[in-house]
């Protein structure tokens, strides 16, 4: 949850992942400030105190005009977080 307020003067509580325009009791929309925001969810490829390192595998990607054959990981590839 993050604690809003809006321009009105209003605050209250959003939830970012369920709300995506939120708006006041009184029918406000401008967000004025945030005043508290957790830390940020990195997961993937990244490296830092704030990553949750999670192998996402092979991605199947469009570079010719035909598909790309992907191959299976084999033991000698790094798999982090595995």
């Known amino acids: 949850m993050v604690t809003v ?14 709300v995506a325009s ?6 406000e929309r401008k967000i004025a400030g945030v005043l508290n925001v957790g830390a ?10 704030l990553v949750e ?3 996402l595998g092979p991605q199947a990607v469009r570079l010719a005009k035909r598909p790309l054959p992907l191959k299976e990981p084999t033991d000698g590839d790094q798999q982090p977080g595995v």
């Open 53 to 55: 390192q999670k192998y």
């Open 22 to 27: 939120p708006v006041c009791a009184c029918g």
């Open 5 to 18: 307020r809006w321009r009105c003067g209003h605050t209250g509580d959003v939830d970012p992942d369920k």
């Open 40 to 49: 940020p969810r990195i997961v993937g490829h990244a490296t830092g105190p």
